[in-house]
């Protein structure tokens, strides 16, 4: 019959020997036990270093154009020291154009007027060099949008040439002046171009020197 286990053979004693049926099912038997392995302790030699600042030095145009600032500062400064020395001298010139322009008044009016004026002149000078000084340190450090700052005093670098030219550098005494301002906006304008070519551009937007894991 299906289903049983022990079936008769003919002609002789049941067959003690169990036969296996579709329905059997063999016992389960867990696997042995795999040995236990401890994991891979982190080396400490090959740790990833964390960033470091460093200070690198400036690429090749940013050398340049900080040689022409400071040259360009440094003319500024003789220029204003020459103007400073010349001012008596240059006084009166200026009152004679005073009195072409204003006729009648005293000659006292007249020279106060020449002194105001060229004192106000000589401010804007320095103002200037005041101005273009903070902006270098600036660049040098770093700072975001400096360089529009710097085109800035560039633009009243020329005005206050200008003034000069009209008030101050007058007569023979006043070339050499003229001269040496017309050099310092020369290099103020040279320093300023180079400090936009794509090196010096790329060294102000990084802002920071960084070494990162074991780099030299």
């Known amino acids: 019959m299906p289903g049983s286990e022990l079936t008769p053979r003919r002609g002789g004693a049941a067959d003690t020997t169990p036969m296996r049926t579709g329905s059997y099912v063999p016992p389960l038997v867990a696997p042995p036990p795999s040995a236990h392995v401890a994991p891979a302790r982190p080396t400490l030699a ?37 103007a400073f020395i010349i001012r008596t001298e240059q006084l009166k010139p200026l009152e004679k ?11 006292e009016t007249y020279t106060s007027a020449a002194e105001i004026l060229y004192w106000c002149v000589f401010g804007g000078m320095l103002l200037v060099i005041l101005l273009q000084l903070v ?28 003034l ?46 960084v070494r990162r894991g074991h780099e030299a």
């Open 135 to 162: 902006y270098f340190v600036s660049f040098m450090n770093r700072k975001p949008n400096v360089r529009w700052w710097q085109l800035a005093t560039l633009v009243l670098q020329g005005i206050v040439l200008a």
């Open 46 to 82: 090959q740790k990833a270093a964390p960033p470091v600042l460093v200070k690198l030095p400036p690429p090749f145009t940013v050398r340049v154009s900080q040689l022409l600032w400071i040259l360009s500062l440094l003319t500024a400064a003789v220029a204003v020291v020459y």
């Open 164 to 209: 000069v030219h009209e008030f101050i550098a007058l007569g023979d005494r006043g070339q050499p002046l003229q001269l040496m301002l017309l050099a310092q906006l020369g290099l103020a304008a040279l320093a300023f171009l180079v400090s936009l070519l794509p090196p010096a551009l790329h060294w102000s937007a990084r802002r920071h020197d």
């Open 97 to 107: 154009m005073i009195k072409g322009v204003v006729k009648g008044r005293a000659a």
